[in-house]
C-alpha cells in the first residue's frame, strides 16, 4: 500500500514527463495527426451543423438556461474537437470567439439571456456601485465647494465643460 502511495505522489496522476515520446508512432492519437480542417469557414460550418443538431441543441440551450457560462460551453466544444484531431491548437483559439457568437445568437432565438463568462455578476456590480459612489463623491465635493463659496471650477475639468 505504502508503495502505490508513494507512486501517486510523485506522479499526481499526471503523465511521466516525455511519456508521449514512448507511444507507438504506427498508432497516433487523433490529435497527432493532420488535423480534418485547416479553415476556420470550414470548421466553424462543421461547429454550427453539430450545434443545431435537435439533441445536441436541446443539451446546450438546457445548460444556459441553468448558467452555465457560455465561454465554458464554447472551451469543452473546441477541446473536445482538438482531442478528436478536428483542429489544431491555433485553429482551435481563433474559432473561440465564432462559437461564442453562435451559442449567443442561438441562446436569443430561444429567449434565453446567457451568462458568458463566470464571474459576470461579480464584475457588473462592481461597475455599478463603484461608478455611483465616484459620481455622488464627485458631486458632494461640489456642493462642499459651493457652500463655501468657491468656483466648483476645480472640480470640474475642461473636458466636462465641453
Known amino acids: 500500500m505504502s508503495e502505490e502511495y508513494n507512486q501517486m505522489v510523485l506522479t499526481g496522476g499526471r503523465p511521466i514527463p516525455g511519456q508521449s515520446l514512448t507511444s507507438d508512432p504506427s498508432d497516433p492519437a487523433p490529435y497527432e495527426k493532420p488535423p480534418k480542417y485547416t479553415s476556420i469557414h470550414e470548421a466553424s460550418e462543421d461547429i454550427f451543423e453539430r450545434l443545431i443538431e ?16 457560455v465561454m465554458d460551453i464554447v472551451q469543452t466544444l473546441l477541446f473536445t474537437g482538438f482531442k478528436e484531431g478536428k483542429w489544431n491548437p491555433d485553429l482551435m483559439l481563433m474559432l473561440a470567439e465564432p462559437v461564442a457568437y453562435m451559442l449567443l445568437a442561438l441562446a436569443e432565438r430561444a429567449g434565453i439571456d446567457p451568462k458568458i463568462y463566470q464571474g459576470e455578476e461579480d464584475d457588473e456590480a462592481e461597475e455599478r456601485v463603484f461608478g455611483v459612489e465616484l459620481e455622488q463623491e464627485k458631486l458632494e465635493n461640489i456642493r462642499k465647494l459651493a457652500a463655501l463659496g468657491k468656483s466648483p471650477s476645480s472640480a470640474v475639468t475642461s473636458e466636462m465643460v465641453e
Open 54 to 69: 435537435e439533441q445536441t441543441y436541446k443539451e446546450i440551450m438546457g445548460l444556459l438556461v441553468e448558467d452555465v457560462p
